[in-house]
């Protein structure tokens, strides 16, 4: 027994210097998940408008047992485990692994696989992985982070109108049309081509309307404005300015912000 214990903390050791290790070892291991986690949210996109096939469900068991793996060993490592628990993105992992299994075990469950999208929450850390060594996301931080944003809540929007319409709405018969209504319902266009049944349906176009007048163009709009720099102001603490700024838009202080080039 106690050698068996010796093996699991030597074991838990291992793992922690690969998950918050500071070496070249660790930061290889960390962009491997990067990576993994990258081509999972795409697949996961990509499959979900395409016709169930036997090699889909092979990357699903696939994906599955590396997603159960790093969550048990991310909850394994943590200190505070019902806070590791109660994290957006852990349970969003949790959501996505059962609804691995439930396709798996189902064919009449293969609409959870719309759910998969909530994995995008998980390249919030992603980002936050990368911020610290890449100088292209530090300089662009902003913008890749509305585009994540922006990507988190069509593909959440479009699964709420697919899983609530998919068995009722003879126009929504894959999720390519509900991502055709959410965007075009969100971008105030309202082609009127596709429409929601049922009460349930016109609440969820109704609050969809609202949050695409409130939500959808703040989003785009922080993705196509001009870009700023942080640079806190001495006297008025304006933190947002222009990369070419020389002077304070709120006070008028000569600024130096540093650029690059000559």
Known sequence: MAKATGIMEKFRTVLKALYRGRSKRAARFRFALLTFDFFTISFFVVSSILP??????????FI??????????????????????????TIAD????????????????IFLRVLRALRLLRSYHVLRDLRSRNAFF???????????????????????????????????????DALYFTIATLTTTGFGDITLQGSSGRLLAAIMMVLGVALFLRLVQTIFRPQKVNYKCPDCGLSRHDPDAVHCKHCGRTLNIATEGG
Do not use: C
């Not at 692994?97 to 075990?105: F, I, P, Y």
């Not at 699964?159 to 998919?166: F, H, K, P």
């Open 52 to 61: 169930d096939s036997g090699w889909i469900l092979a990357a699903d068991i």
């Open 138 to 176: 530090r300089r662009n931080e902003e913008i890749v982070q509305s585009v994540v944003n922006l990507a988190v809540f069509v593909f959440v929007v479009t699964a709420l109108v697919y899983v609530l319409q998919v068995h009722t709405n003879p126009q929504i018969s894959n999720y390519v």
């Open 94 to 109: 949790i959501i996505v692994m059962v609804s691995l299994l439930a396709v798996v075990l189902s064919d009449e469950l």
């Open 64 to 89: 599955g047992a590396g997603i159960a793996l790093d969550f048990s060993a991310r909850l394994w490592l943590a200190e505070n485990k019902v806070r590791y628990l109660t994290q957006m993105a």
